[in-house]
């Protein structure tokens, strides 16, 4: 401190000698500048006193300011000698603060490294670690057990601090973590950011410290499982409370969550608490609380209404400290199921009563459950045993006693084998035998619940079905194989499920290939040297792989080797195709003979009708020039003629008449195939019809003496028609009659009017027509005297045929030999449908 006033005093002492030197020097520039007039004047004696009477107030002004500058000098000194001790003070101050943390650091060190532990520090920024404790060394001079700390942990606990300490590094947040190292010693390891550095610290856990570890893991276990807890309570789709006992006042809700607030219909669980709402009634509260009082759990399944609906709950409640807890889970659809559960069992065990099939279930212990009578008449047992629920064994040892069972050598061990139903998963069938020759097919069916259920089916017609079947489809084989024709079927996927022999020798097949079951696009393919039709194979492959429109399928396949084959695609039952293959090469070559023959008579026979028709054409025009001179001859006028004459022209007059008949006649069916024949259209009156063609026969009648029976209601009316041609009808059929009919017999002739139709009916009593001369009746040039008088180019009926079939009506012949012929035409009324008929 002296040292300090002492550099104060010299201070102070520089500072006035300045401020005088520097008044001295003010005041003699002041004197210099007052000019030599003064200088003159002031003389060593009278100077001072002159000064002093001389000075002028400018010189006083520049001595005040020279006064001035001194005090500024001076206070300048003052203020600069305070600076210097208050520094001097500060610096002492910072010393001694120095000093004290230098204490407490030292201090600090040691009490953090009085135990075993290691600091990692990373300054912002760097990568390059500095580790305090034990060792401090730079990062690339550390062992490789400090920094590695996979060389001194476990995988798992080094991997988690190692990423504690990535994020320390990189977003500062802090971590404190308690691991087991790999020789089995507990250290800890904490990460805190301070002062822009990551620190890291690990030590090693001993005695106390880690017991206290080990209790504060076990708390934080302890409050995360009991936070978990009450989320799940809070979270629980159930009704869940607590209640508290209360000192003479029973006990009071305590504790609910959310959804037994809304069971309740609270506005939130503490409003169920605040108003003391309760989910059982009074009386199921009461037996909750007199059951808890008597043992420490409770379990009802207990009707609830909730939002105003009953619903069946299972509530379980016990005794925890001095109160209870309670939850309720809501069973109404287990209730519902398992009362439907009770009726499906009802309903099954009432279809099973009417099965045919014998039923048997046994329960877990082995004892008969239930029987249906099908069971009962099938083993003949009597129903008091049945009823008393016995074992499995026994009823089997009943059964063979009765030899009802099949004959075995080892009972006992068929009895094990049969039992094991019991332990076994997958239902299980068999086939016994009987001694009576009957057949059953037992299965037994593990139950879910324990216990096996036994069906018996008789199945002795079936077995014998089977054989008859097996023994149709060998005869089916045999039959097929031995077949000339080829079969072939094919399944709905287009593969071939069976051939006979046939069908490979005619399509040079393979059996072996044909027996792979090959795609009827393989079987088309190897046919194709045979026959390279694709029209045909596809209509085929449509024929036994098409879904609609499955019907028989006929074909003609002529093959490149000259044969011809007949092929027929059948759709059967079961979606199969059946192929058959027929070869008719020689039918086929006799059909093609015939029809050639046929066209050739077809021929024949047109270049006839053209002959005729040609040749009758030409006859038409001489015959009427013969006939028009005829007539001139027999005409008086022309000159008189002698007997014979007359005579020889009425011989000439009648042969030209007919002759030019037959020709006409000819000539209209001639003109009717060719299908030229036109039909005149219009009203025929039926009488005055069956009167004209009546008219024309006349003098045959007289020469024959035939006699004409007319039978026609007068009042018949008339039909549309070609009237000509109906008279041209009539008149051939009563000529025909009258030619057949013996002499001094009667031609009948009657019209009569259906709803449709007008029927015309002529009939005689001559000989009759034969059967095998019936169906020739109607052709062209057939005549048969029949042992009458009758002689005619056979034209008659086929023109009557050929007109009422050109009016759209039909003819009938009947006849009897011996006893006459009846021929019946029949005429529609109406024509509009046949007008076109000749066209």
């Keep these: 401190m002296s040292g300090v006033v002492a550099a104060m005093r010299r201070t102070l002492l520089s500072c006035t000698s300045l401020a005088r030197s520097s008044l001295m020097a003010f005041a003699l520039a002041t004197l210099t500048s007052a000019g030599p ?15 002093l009477v001389d000075f002028s107030r400018q010189e006083i002004a520049i001595l005040t300011t020279a006064l001035a500058l001194l005090g500024f000098s001076v206070m300048a000194a003052i203020l600069l000698m305070r600076s210097r001790v208050r520094a001097a003070r500060n610096e002492a101050r910072l010393r001694f603060v120095i000093a004290d943390l230098q204490i407490q650091a030292d201090r600090y060190r040691a009490l953090l490294f009085a135990e075993p532990q290691i600091l990692i520090a990373w300054a912002a920024g760097s990568n390059r670690p500095v580790i305090s404790g034990d060792i401090l060394l730079p990062a690339q001079d550390l062992p490789q057990r400090i920094l590695a700390f996979g060389t001194w942990l476990p995988p798992e606990p080094a991997l988690q601090l190692d990423h504690a300490v990535d994020a320390l590094r990189e977003t500062g947040e802090g971590f404190l973590l308690n691991l087991t190292t790999a020789n089995g010693h507990a250290i800890e390891a904490m990460g805190r950011a301070i002062g822009g550095q990551a620190i890291v610290r690990i030590r090693e856990l001993s005695g106390l410290r880690r017991e206290l570890a080990e209790a504060n893991l076990r708390l934080k276990a302890l409050m995360e499982e009991t936070d978990m807890l009450r989320g799940f309570v809070a979270a629980a789709p159930w009704p869940i409370w607590a209640k508290q ?38 009386s199921d509260r009461a037996d909750m609380e007199r059951a808890l009082g008597a043992a420490p759990a409770f379990t009802a399944r207990l009707p609830v209404v909730v939002h105003g609906e009953r619903r069946i709950y299972d509530v379980h409640a016990m005794n925890v400290g001095s109160g209870s807890m309670g939850i309720a889970i809501d069973a109404s659809e287990a209730d519902a199921l398992s ?36 069971y009962r008449r099938l083993w003949d047992l009597e129903p008091a045993f049945l009823d008393a629920a016995p074992d499995d064994s026994s009823v ?22 049969l039992h094991e139903a019991y332990r076994a998963i997958e239902p299980a069938k068999d086939t016994w035998y009987l001694p009576d020759g009957r057949a059953l097919s037992v299965v037994t069916t593990p139950n879910p619940e324990g216990g096996v259920t036994y069906l018996f089916d008789d199945v002795t017609e079936s077995l014998d079905l089977a054989r008859r079947f097996d023994g149709l489809i060998r005869v089916q084989r045999e039959t097929l194989d031995s077949l000339a024709e080829g079969v072939a079927v094919f399944g709905s996927n287009g593969r071939a499920q069976l051939f006979n022999p046939a069908f490979a020798r005619m399509w040079k097949l393979s059996p072996e290939a044909l027996r792979e079951e090959p795609h009827i696009d393989t079987v088309a393919a190897w046919c194709k040297p045979l026959l390279d039709d694709p029209t045909a194979w596809r209509t085929i492959r449509e024929a036994i792989t098409g879904i609609e429109n499955r019907n028989d399928v006929p074909l003609k396949l002529e093959r490149r080797d000259g044969s011809v084959l007949d092929c027929m695609s059948r759709p059967l039952p079961d979606g199969a195709t059946m192929l058959t293959f027929q070869d008719i090469t020689d039918t086929e070559n006799v059909e093609r003979a015939l029809r050639e023959s046929n066209e050739a008579l077809e021929a024949a026979g047109q270049m006839k009708i053209d002959f005729v028709h040609h040749v009758s054409y030409e006859l038409r025009a001489p015959l009427t020039t013969i006939i028009g001179f005829a007539h001139f001859l027999s005409d008086p006028s022309t000159g008189p003629l002698t007997t014979k004459q007359a005579e020889y022209l009425d011989y000439v007059t009648k042969s030209t008449n007919a002759l030019l008949a037959l020709t006409n006649n000819i000539l209209d069916l001639a003109t ?58 009539l008149y051939n ?107």
């Design 672 to 729: 009717i195939d060719a299908g030229a024949m036109k039909l005149e259209l219009g009203p025929v009156d039926i009488g005055k019809a069956i009167a004209a063609a009546a008219e024309g026969i006349q003098d045959r009648l007289a020469t024959d003496r035939i006699r004409l029976k007319v039978d026609v209601d007068p009042s018949i009316g008339s039909f549309t028609g070609d009237e000509r041609r109906v008279v041209q009808v």
């Design 37 to 51: 007039a003064r200088a003159d004047r002031d003389t060593p004696l009278l100077g001072a006193a002159a000064g």
């Design 733 to 839: 059929l009563l000529a025909n009659a009258v030619g057949f009919s013996p002499q001094d017999e009667t031609v009948v002739v009657s019209a009569r009017r259906t709803e449709r139709s007008v029927v015309f009916t002529v009939t005689d009593s001559g000989p009759g027509i034969s059967p095998d001369v019936k169906d020739k009746v109607f052709d062209w040039f057939e005549s048969h005297s029949q042992g009458s008088r009758h002689r005619g180019a056979g034209l008659g009926l086929s023109l009557v045929r050929s007109f009422v079939e050109l009016h759209g009506g039909k003819v009938r012949v009947d006849s009897v030999v011996g006893k006459g012929t009846t021929v019946t035409c029949d005429f529609p009324v109406d024509q509009a449908l046949h007008r076109n008929a000749a066209e």
């Design 339 to 374: 009362a439907a559960l009770v009726r499906m069992a009802d309903a099954h065990r009432r279809t099973l009563d009417q099965l045919s099939s014998g039923v048997a279930v046994f329960d877990g212990q082995r004892h008969l459950a239930f029987y249906n009578d099908s």
């Design 396 to 417: 089997l040892d009943r059964l063979r006693a009765a030899r009802k069972l099949p004959e075995q050598s080892d009972f006992r061990g068929w009895k094990a084998k």
């Design 245 to 282: 006992a209360k000192d003479g006042q029973g006990s009071g809700l305590s504790y609910a969550n959310e959804a037994y607030a809304r069971a309740t219909e609270a506005g939130s669980a503490a409003d169920a608490i605040d108003r003391k709402l309760e989910l059982l009634d009074s």
